[in-house]
């Protein structure tokens, strides 16, 4: 009973009439990570007077102090010290009194967001002016931020600690591209070394230590160098990572790795980019790791990967600021390594077929995973006659609901895009019972039942002296192509940090088809590799018997 008489003291006590202002609920964490839900907050978006707005659950709620103003957004939080703990800065109010340095809204102080099943209502001046319910409106889960973009509730899974960055475009920018394992190790000795002021350096993984020297050597020149890596990569961080890192930072420069901390996990799944900003000029993003396989020494083999060099002031004060960001997070702590096994380069050979190219004009559009990951969908539904597909893997959503990025290009090839998949044939990825044979034979059947302009193949490594196809790219019309560390499952775009880029440039869309087209052309349907004995002997057989035959009729 104490309940209602506040709230109906809420949504009297102000003075009614006047035009309804634009502030609303844009943003809310009903079930954060901390014990007892206690950082729970509400973000209001808006300009003008609070005086006359209420937020309430339907039980209790809050008001604002008299006089209070809204220029932009506030937090609210239940607890102010408890979000602070989670979010490293203050909230504008609390609804609970927990530090005298936090201004408290009007409270009964007992309103608790239901973590699975709950409404949130605002009001001015006693009128109903936006209601959000879950789960009708947003899904429930632990650590997820719903965010409202216009109208709408965003849809995707966002978490706690996670940036919200826009989509962004840069043009002329001056690309240089290249490729893995022809080139990749070149490219990235020349960025390094001309690095002159910064080098901020965000990888899932990083072991080489021909580029745990370069970046040593740029320290002792007076470069400031500051690295981020994953924290708990799957399988963890082995011994050969642990020396790279450990020759680094010895060197004095600070490495750091993105972990889950005891009471919050990391704001994702896997820290899985591999991109570097330098003297905030030029960016190097790529799909490979920081490892052999993935920049080879020049004539050996490694991954195929692809990977560009930005020349632009403001496309790298966007990636500087997405690392800037990345490092702020209370997952981000210390990494020392430890001193060890280097690792080895592999003695295979590879013939250099594809050197470094540069190109001016383009228009670049950065694609990071969660935050703008929807722009591939968007790049493949841009398609009117050609979609290529280079990935490691392909897994679908369901057993009964295709991969997005796919289907997208699957609807392509039904309104007459040629669309070609190209997919990794090394063992663990066609050894088990559903991985990349099986979603090529997927493929291929829906292109057989519906005569669409579409086929898969795995790749043929042997011929092409590629270790793996590790790549996650997309060329579109000869025009637009997807360079970028996201891989097509579920988990990729959705909850890991990852980076890419779109660049339209026919110069730069033409380079990656000439690799693309050299790693399709000795593909094979199938990735067995051995060779056929028995198929061998039988057209031996063959052609024998057929000679046997001219001569036979020649004597006669």
């Known amino acids: 009973m104490r309940c209602i008489l506040f709230l109906l003291i809420l949504m009297i006590c102000v003075v009614p009439g006047g035009a309804i202002s634009q502030v609303r609920i844009t943003e809310f964490c009903p079930d954060p990570y901390l014990h007892d839900d206690a950082d729970e907050y509400i973000v209001l978006s808006g ?5 006359g707005i209420t937020v309430s659950d339907g039980k209790s709620g809050f008001r604002f102090p008299p006089g209070s103003t809204l220029m932009g957004e506030c937090t609210v939080a239940r607890n102010g010290t408890a979000f602070i703990q989670s979010h490293g800065q203050p909230p504008d109010y609390e609804w609970q009194d927990t530090s005298p340095s936090i201004p408290d809204v009007i409270s009964t102080k007992t309103l608790r967001m239901a973590n699975t099943n709950d409404v949130l209502m605002l009001y001015e001046n006693g009128q109903l002016v936006q209601q959000v319910a879950w789960p009708a409106d ?15 509730w965003d849809p995707r899974p966002l978490m706690l600690g996670q940036s919200h960055f826009s989509p962004a475009e840069f043009h002329d920018v001056t690309v240089t591209a290249f490729v893995s394992p022809d080139c990749s190790d070149e490219v990235f000795g020349m960025a390094i070394g001309n690095a002159s002021k910064e080098i901020l350096l965000n990888v899932y993984e990083f072991s080489n230590p021909s580029m745990a020297d370069a970046l040593t050597g740029a320290r002792a020149r007076g470069v400031g160098v500051q690295v981020l890596v994953e924290g708990g990569p799957v399988g963890g961080i082995g011994q050969e990572e642990k020396t790279a890192l450990w020759q680094v930072n010895r060197s004095g420069i600070p490495v750091y790795a993105m972990v889950s901390t005891k009471t919050i996990p990391a704001p994702y799944r896997y ?42 002031p403001a496309t790298a004060a966007y990636f500087a600021s997405v690392f800037q960001t990345d490092m702020s997070g209370p997952s981000v702590v210390p990494y020392p390594g430890e001193p060890g096994k280097n690792e080895t380069p592999s003695t295979e050979q590879h013939t250099v077929e594809f050197t470094p190219r ?64 190209l997919l990794d044939s090394y063992w663990f990825n066609v050894d088990g019972k559903n991985d990349n044979d099986e979603m090529v034979a997927l493929i291929n059947h829906i292109a057989a039942a519906e005569h669409l302009p579409l086929e898969a193949r795995c790749a043929e490594l042997r011929t092409n002296q590629i270790e793996k196809i590790h790549n996650k790219g997309v060329i579109v019309d000869g025009k637009r192509v997807l360079v970028s560390s996201i891989n097509w499952n579920s988990n990729s775009p959705n909850f890991n940090r990852e980076a890419g880029v779109i660049i339209d440039h026919p110069g730069v869309a033409g380079y990656f088809s000439a690799v693309f087209e050299d790693d399709w052309n000795p593909s094979v349907t199938s990735p067995v590799t051995e060779t056929d004995y028995l198929k061998i002997a039988v057209a031996l057989l063959v052609v024998a018997a057929l000679l046997v035959y001219w001569y036979y009729r020649r004597r006669r």
């Not at 300009?47 to 005086?51: E, V």
């Not at 947003?138 to 709408?152: A, K, M, S, T, Y």
């Open 271 to 312: 820290n899985h980019a591999k991109y570097v900003v330098i003297d905030r000029q030029n960016v190097l993003i790529a799909s490979e790791n920081f490892k052999y396989s993935g920049f080879a020494a020049e004539g050996t083999t490694g991954n195929r990967g692809w990977g560009v060099i930005l020349g632009d």
């Open 138 to 152: 947003v899904r429930p889960r632990e650590g997820q931020v719903h965010f409202l973009e216009g109208d709408v």
């Open 358 to 421: 540069t190109f001016e004009g383009a228009t670049v559009r950065p694609v990071l995973a969660p935050d703008t990951s929807t722009q591939i969908t968007d790049l493949i539904n841009s398609a009117e006659q050609t979609i290529d597909i280079e990935e490691a893997y392909i897994t679908n959503e369901t057993r009964f609901t295709l991969n997005p990025y796919l289907s997208a290009a699957i609807n392509a090839s039904r309104r007459g895009v040629h669309v070609r998949v």
């Open 47 to 51: 300009n003008g007077p609070l005086d």
